[in-house]
């Protein structure tokens, strides 16, 4: 019960931190010289023109992380709960010229990696892996400039007790 308290205790006081801090924003951006304001736009359009998810992985798969590579795209992974498995794609931006592009997925602890590499001109993946109650490091790759996560999303071990 006392790790459950602290917990509460920690959450009260970060959402409350968290709503001052929104209280504040129309006083900042206020007192926020015009120069830094227009810095922060091409960085508002980057992330507007962020890939959207293409489905590559197929039916039941839902989208729990994402990370983008820069301008360039981004790698999504996805989960199916009724197979227990994870799934990695990565998807340009703006579709082009072939470029080379990576896909990869592995479990967080060992060294089991299934990955597509390649050239392509939209996306790369779907790879696939079976992670129920496991974490995963995943990633994505596009023209050199990677993004991903490691030992993230682990799902629960009960799932392992079946």
């Known amino acids: 019960m006392t790790i459950i308290r ?16 929104i209280a504040l924003a129309p006083a900042a951006a206020a007192a926020e010289p015009a120069a830094q304001r227009a810095t922060a736009a091409p960085k508002a359009a980057a992330a507007a023109a962020a890939a959207k998810y293409n489905g590559a992985c197929g039916g039941g798969y839902s989208v729990v992380n994402s990370a983008q590579i820069g301008t360039k795209g981004t790698v999504f992974l996805t989960y199916n709960s009724a197979t227990g498995k994870n799934c990695v794609v990565t998807v340009r931006t703006t579709p082009g010229k072939a470029v080379h592009m990576t896909a990869s997925l592995g479990f967080a602890s060992s060294t089991t990696t299934v990955s597509d590499t390649g ?44």
Do not use: H, Q
């Open 6 to 21: 602290r917990a509460s205790a920690i959450g009260a006081a970060v959402t409350a931190t968290a709503c001052a801090a």
């Open 119 to 162: 050239y392509y001109t939209t996306y790369a993946g779907p790879v696939y892996l079976d992670a129920r109650g496991l974490c995963v490091t995943w990633r994505g790759e596009i023209s050199g400039e990677v993004a991903g996560k490691n030992g993230t999303n682990c799902g629960s071990l009960a799932a392992n007790r079946r």
